[in-house]
Nanobody
Framework: QVQLVESGGGLVQAGGSLRLSCAASGRTFSSLLMGWFRQAPGKEREFVAGISRSGARSYYADSVKGRFTCSRDNAKNTVYLQMNSLKTEETAVYYC????????????????WGQGTQVTVSS
């Protein structure tokens, strides 16, 4: 069993930055593909970013490319999401998720989810 705990959310002005962290329990973190998703009120959960087991490859939704960076530190069992130039429409609960294999963007295929952290971007 893997437990994921997100942190780093909060209130930020449009154009500002936040860094989210997701700490994982267990000894299998380096074997997991990791993803970040977000869900705004009244909207479906959407893929934001994903990262390979080693951290060598990362993937992004078109809407965040060039502004968000996903990274991981396997020694610390932690994955990060650096978010720059935030927009008001990116206000949402942000979730990290983990899976053993499969497509990063497919939310239904993730095996483990964190509880989420609220990000609010004000104008």
């Amino acid at each position: 069993q893997v437990q994921l705990v997100e942190s780093g959310g909060g209130l930020v002005q449009a154009g500002g930055s936040l860094r989210l962290s997701c700490a994982a329990s267990g000894r299998t973190f380096s074997s997991l593909l990791m993803g970040w998703f977000r869900q705004a009120p009244g909207k479906e959960r959407e893929f934001v970013a994903g990262i390979s087991r080693s951290g060598a490859r990362s993937y992004y939704a078109d809407s965040v490319k060039g502004r968000f960076t996903c990274s991981r530190d396997n020694a610390k069992n932690t994955v990060y999401l650096q978010m720059n130039s935030l927009k008001t429409e990116e206000t949402a609960v942000y979730y990290c998720a983990a899976r053993w294999r499969g497509e990063y963007i497919d939310a239904s295929g993730y095996d483990y989810w964190g509880q989420g952290t609220q990000v609010t971007v004000s104008s």
